[in-house]
């Protein structure tokens, strides 16, 4: 993946794995909490397409982690068509420091 490429997927909450040549996303809360099902929806995104893991950070989003760089799309017209924000929509869309 080159630079351009990885700063696109950023702006759009997409992180590199380190060693890695996966992808993670982050989901935010929304004020801290997720309900139940946006919880089931969040662990179907990272049983079909990450590790099967969902990792909550000290930010109070959630993490689908490695992703497939081909799944990015599909990821995310499911998590828009469910109402979800990526992370960094939700903090004015400047890349956090991975």
Do not use: C, H, W
Not at 15 to 23: H, Q, T
Not at 40 to 45: D, E, S, T, W, Y
């Amino acid at each position: 993946m080159n630079e351009r490429e990885r700063l696109r997927l950023k702006q759009d909450g997409f992180f590199a794995v380190r060693g890695s040549d996966r992808l993670s996303v982050r989901f935010s809360s929304g004020g801290g909490a997720f309900s139940g099902s946006q919880m089931a929806v969040l662990g179907r995104l990272a049983d079909e397409f990450g590790n099967g893991k969902v990792v909550i950070s000290s930010r109070l989003s959630a993490e689908v982690v490695g992703i497939d760089p081909a799944d990015v799309d599909q990821v995310k017209q499911i998590a828009d068509r469910l109402g979800f924000r990526r992370y960094l929509e939700d903090v004015g869309a400047q890349p956090a420091q991975t």
